[in-house]
């Protein structure tokens, strides 16, 4: 079993930033990759970064540029730091995990971009 607890979610104005953190217990040395999504209301939950355990990312196309994946083996933390960021990135952003036994997600964190 692997848990996961997304923080860093809030508030910005258009054009700021924010830097969300996912903390991952329990089972965290069997992860392979992680990665956030997000879920606006009234729409899918859509990929928006990945990234594997050697170091891989993968970005969707609206926020290449714009957001970094990145992945503290030592504190089993996966961070994303979000940039230049539009009314459209608002949205609840979850964390996911995958092992070999399973994907895992977290409860989510509200991102609101708003003047």
């Known amino acids: 079993q692997v848990q996961l607890v997304e923080s860093g979610g809030g508030l910005v104005q258009p054009g700021g930033s924010l830097r969300l953190s996912c903390a991952a217990s329990g089972s965290a040395f069997s992860i392979a990759s992680m990665g956030w999504y997000r879920q606006a209301p009234g729409k899918q939950r859509d990929a928006v970064a990945t990234i594997t355990a050697g170091g891989g990312t993968g970005y969707a196309d609206s926020v290449k540029g714009r957001f970094t994946i990145s992945w503290n083996n030592t504190k089993n933390t996966v961070y994303l730091q979000m940039n230049s960021l539009k009314p459209e990135d608002t949205a609840v952003y979850y964390c996911?995990?995958?092992?070999?036994?399973?994907?895992?997600w977290g409860q989510g964190t509200q991102v609101t971009v708003s003047s």
């Open positions: 996911r995990a995958w092992t070999a036994y399973g994907n895992y």
